[in-house]
């Protein structure tokens, strides 16, 4: 889980094709998800308030990074694990 700043994002690790934002009392204008070196692999704007369910695209084992912006702050970020599931 990771937040403050009224906004929860989850789960983290990522371990399949979804991922949660629950926004507590502020819209979300934008999100991104990007590679660490910059490259954007989502991008979706709107005005959202409530939980958002994102569909994840096929992402790789590694560290991503997620951009919120949002209309008290001007953008949040937060890094993002993806790990392999493998049931046991």
Sequence with gaps: ????SNI???PNPIF???????????HIISYELMETNG???LFKVGKYVGPI???LPELGKGIY??????QRVISVKACLNKVR???K
């Design 16 to 26: 399949g094709s979804k991922l949660i934002l629950i926004i507590n009392q502020t």
């Design 8 to 10: 929860l994002v989850y």
């Design 1 to 4: 889980m990771f937040f403050g």
């Design 85 to 87: 599931f493998e049931p």
């Design 65 to 70: 990074i997620l951009s919120i912006l949002h």
């Design 39 to 41: 490259k954007s692999i």
């Design 53 to 55: 369910e994102i569909e």
